[in-house]
């Protein structure tokens, strides 16, 4: 029935005879669709507006509390998005263009209306407002996740920080980046990448109120713009709650994805007064958030600043960080889980700063990545942990393989098998005392060449071992195809296990499928008691955690290897 999406209307016209006309040439039966509300007066208009959603305003230009274009600007102060048919007494052509100017859709002179004209302009001026609001949403919006663009916003963001200032507010914005976006997308395809990214934009939504903004800024990178900032809104759990929701798998198609994300914060009047310069301090938050690691937020504070001008120091440091023997080796164990004795030791790189001290690979990696000194480093790596391993095998306290980490730069290599033969060789470590780890994207791409490198070092009798496993895909046919000796279950599935929630269930599977397999499965990241009698209980063969051990120096590693072998105890110690 016609009512049911009646159009409505608000005639706004204090001369009785004009507001019957209008009256009866609605009110013809092919003009069922309209539902007519009057209002005399500006005032009784605006009432009007408050009170109801209209579709279109009739709007007379003369009224006794206004006159002229004022009452399109206070009609549409009121509801910006209604449009606007202003009818006037006089056929004036200026008059007209500066109607349509104060954002009136269109204009009728009053005693040469009949029926279809006024019916076809309040149509029209729907129709015209509805397209408007299209263009102004395509240019607004991201196409793939119907989110804010970064121009909106921008927008949105002046928008918040003028109101906040006025009201004594704050407002948070939250720089987000995905951990592993680029690597799904590069191996499996943009088709499951775009929609991934809608999947996570989803998420973002359902964690955040009404009135906050969720903007795609471009590639994997959000933001958030959260308003009324007061005590209770409180902005780092909102935080925590968007972490823990990406962190969630995804299921798309017939793939079983795991990203993170990284927050970076910065707030309004805290961090800065202006957009740009709270734009920039989220951002500078961000950096800082991922440099510590994945899943996990931080606070813009002014140090980063100082720490960003630092960045570009430790850049050009880092050149000479090798030739001025500053890159040590620290050792953390691996025990096994029924009689507690270490296993084996991972060698872990850190840059002993001449004046800042230790700094962590998640600080410099990525810039040895980047400069391509990772090659050449990871050399150095590899070399001395052999030498250090054949020195406590020959010492008589050797125990298990010797661990290193590998990057997928180091494995590009052309003849990178041959460099690890040389160390073997040179060094005289046994092959079968060398472990190498590699992340599981390093297996999805480029298929073909990292299997003959991985084939040589099998024959070599080299183990490989796949790092920090499930974060990027569940891709068990990977590991039987490449005949992986050693499973290491992610950190972040172990820091939960003992939680509600899908980790305990993907490290149960995830053990369940290696001893299917024939793969020796460690877990990571064990921090507590109750993780270790999980996984316990689970049947995973080694553990690896500051439970037992952080990670320590070579020489602290021998006091525990030579005290290992004197007493046959395991020791809970604490290193860096
Ligand atoms: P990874 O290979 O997964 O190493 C484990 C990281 O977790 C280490 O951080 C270790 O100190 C830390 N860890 C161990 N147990 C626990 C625990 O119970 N709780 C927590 N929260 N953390 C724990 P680290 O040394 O900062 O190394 C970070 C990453 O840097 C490594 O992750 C590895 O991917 C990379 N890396 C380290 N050394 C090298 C290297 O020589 N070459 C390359 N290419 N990468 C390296
Ligand atoms: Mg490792
Ligand atoms: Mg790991």
Known sequence: ????????????????????????????????????????????????????????????????????????????????????????????????????????????????????????????????????????????????????????????????????????????????????????????????????????????LETVREIDTVARLGGDEFAIILENITQTYNVAAIAEKIIEKISQPFHIDDHVLHVG??????????????????????????????????????????????????????????????????????????????????????????WNHPEKGLIYPANFIPLLEKNGLISEVGQWVLESACKQQVLWEDAGLGVGKIAVNLSGRQLAQRDFNNLVADVISETGIKPGSLELELTETLLIQDTHSTMTILNAFKSMGVSIAIDDFGTGYNSFSYLKKFLIDTLKIDQSFIKHVTEQGSEAAITTAIIGLSKDLGIN??????????????????????????????PVTADVMEDILFQQKSSDVSYQVNGD
């Not at 003009?31 to 507006?49: D, H, K, P, R, V």
């Not at 951002?283 to 937020?297: E, V």
């Not at 850049?315 to 025990?335: G, I, W």
């Not at 009698?533 to 500051?546: A, C, H, M, R, T």
């Open 261 to 350: 994300c990284s927050i970076g914060i910065a707030l309004y009047p805290h961090c800065g007064q202006d957009v740009d310069t709270i734009i920039n301090n989220a951002d500078t938050a961000l950096y800082t958030a991922k440099a510590n690691g994945r899943n996990q937020h931080q606070f813009y504070t002014g140090e980063m600043n100082q720490q960003s001008v630092e960045k570009l120091n430790i850049d050009s440091e880092l050149k000479d960080a090798l030739s001025n023997n500053e890159f040590v080796l620290h050792y953390q164990p691996k025990y096994d889980r029924i009689s507690g004795t270490i296993t084996g030791n991972e060698a872990l790189l850190r």
């Open 1 to 204: 029935m016609a009512w049911q999406k009646a159009t409505n209307i608000l005639l706004v016209e204090d001369n009785p005879g004009d507001v019957r006309l209008v009256e009866l040439m609605l009110n013809q039966p092919s003009n069922s669709g309209f539902q007519l509300t009057c209002s005399n007066t500006m005032a009784e208009a605006i009432t009007a507006i408050s009170n109801n959603g209209f579709d279109v305003a009739l709007l007379d230009m003369s009224l006794p509390d206004g006159e002229g274009i004022e009452n399109i600007t206070r009609i549409k102060s009121r509801a910006p998005l209604m449009p606007i048919v202003v009818m006037t007494g006089r056929e004036d052509e200026d008059f007209a263009i500066n109607a349509v100017k104060a954002g009136a859709q269109d204009y009728l002179v009053k005693g040469q209306i009949d029926e279809l004209q006024l019916t076809r302009a309040l149509h029209y001026s729907i129709e015209r407002k509805n397209l408007q609001e299209q263009i102004t949403h395509l240019a607004n919006h991201d196409q793939l996740t119907g989110l804010a663009n970064r121009g909106l916003f921008r927008m949105r963001l002046e928008h918040a920080i003028s109101c906040a200032g006025r009201r004594d507010e704050s407002v948070a914005v939250l720089y987000i980046d995905l951990d592993h976006f680029k690597s799904i997308n590069d191996s499996l395809g943009h088709a499951i990448g775009d929609k991934l990214l809608s999947e996570v934009s989803s998420r973002f």
């Open 521 to 550: 499965v460690v877990a990571e990241g064990v921090e507590t008691l109750g993780q270790l009698e999980f996984l316990q209980d689970k049947n995973v063969d080694e553990i690896q955690g500051y439970y037992f051990s952080r």
